[in-house]
Every structure is written in C-alpha cells, then in structure tokens.
C-alpha cells in the first residue's frame, strides 16, 4: 500500500494555497478545513513561500491535519519542507532526485506527470500516485485513456480546474482533484461544501 493511500484516504478534493501571506495561508485553510476539506497543499517554490507553510502546519496541527509542500522541483528545497513540518512534497514534474531526496527525508512524495511517458516513469521508480498537470488543459478524457495501460496508478488531477468541473474529472478516473484559486476565495465556500458534502454525505 501507498503511504497516499493513508494519507488521502477516502478524500477527494484538495485546496493549494498558493501565493498567500502567512496569515492569508492560515484564514484559507481554516475555511477549506471548516467546508470538510482534509487535503492541503502549499507551495514554496519560491523561498519566501514557506513561511505560510510552516504557518499552515501549526494551524493543522492543532486540529490533527496533514499538509503537504508543494513545488518542490530542487532537491535544496526538501530540507525547508522538513523544517516547516510538510508530510509530503508535490512537484509539478518527475524528477528522480527530487523524489529520492524527499524519501529519504521521510516525505512521500507526489510528482507531476502530463504524459504517458511521465507515468511510466514515475511508476517504474515506485511511484503510485501522480499529480497530473496542467489537468485543465489535458481534460477529463486524458484520464480516462490513461487508466487502460496504468489501471493500478492514482491521479490527483491539478491546475486549471474549477469547482462545477470536479465531477467530471473524478468520473473519469481521478482520485483527487485539486483546486488552488477556485477554492481560496470565502466567496467560494459554499460551493466547496457543497461540493464535498456530495461526495461524503452525512
């Protein structure tokens, strides 16, 4: 079994809370925790980025969440991952170093694929689950084509998707969908519980 498998579980929609303050960072995931939201990410592709993550952490540890490192494209970055407390690093491409590296820091890590190609890769170095990017512009149909030759491979669909598309990507064979943008506004809440209370209902 994947260390995903235990970490996402059962859930199917992930937040990123990309490019925010750290302040910014927590008021978003408390909002994306209190819609039932369990998976999130935060990026620190760039340095000062991970302020709001290690921000994000605190906030999720005092209610027992995981949150995830995302951008992680060099290895320097995993030590900043550890350091801010991330359970597992994203990429939005595979890269075998980046993915060794946050192994052996003890983070499972999801890399990005956008192709077949990708996929196998990814698979042969271990991998089960991917992050497929940019989802939006690959279509829900890219899924559906891709679970005939990998049927055992996971797909967290990100980048470009908005809240009313989430279905189509989850029928077509999408474990997870991510959303950043789409579900960082409060204006954007009601639609995301609603989303999930679909999915999960009580």
């Not at 960072?25 to 990410?41: H, P, T």
């Not at 271990?126 to 497929?132: A, Q």
């Amino acid at each position: 079994m994947s260390e995903f498998d235990e970490l996402f579980g059962s859930h199917r929609v992930m937040v990123i809370l990309r490019g925010l303050s750290s302040s910014q960072a927590v008021a978003a995931a408390c909002r994306a925790w209190d819609a039932g939201v369990q998976l999130l990410e935060v990026p620190i592709g760039a340095a000062e980025q991970v302020a709001a993550l290690a921000a994000v952490v605190a906030a999720g540890n005092e209610r027992g969440k995981v949150v995830g490192a995302g951008t992680v494209v060099a290895v320097q970055q995993i030590q900043a991952a550890v350091d801010a407390g991330a359970s597992y690093t994203v990429a939005p491409g595979f890269d075998p170093d980046v993915l060794a590296e946050s192994l052996a820091a003890g983070m499972p890590h999801l890399p990005g694929v956008a192709t077949p190609t990708e996929v196998q890769h990814a698979r042969n170095a271990g991998c089960r689950w991917v992050k497929v990017f940019p989802a939006g512009i690959v279509g829900p149909a890219w899924f559906r084509a891709i679970n005939g030759p990998f049927p055992d491979m996971r797909y967290v669909a990100t980048g470009g998707i908005n809240i009313p598309a989430a279905k189509d990507f989850l029928a077509a064979g999408a474990q997870v969908v991510a959303f950043g943008s789409a579900a960082t506004d409060p204006a954007m809440s009601d639609e995301l519980m609603d989303l999930i209370s679909t999915m999960h209902p009580a």
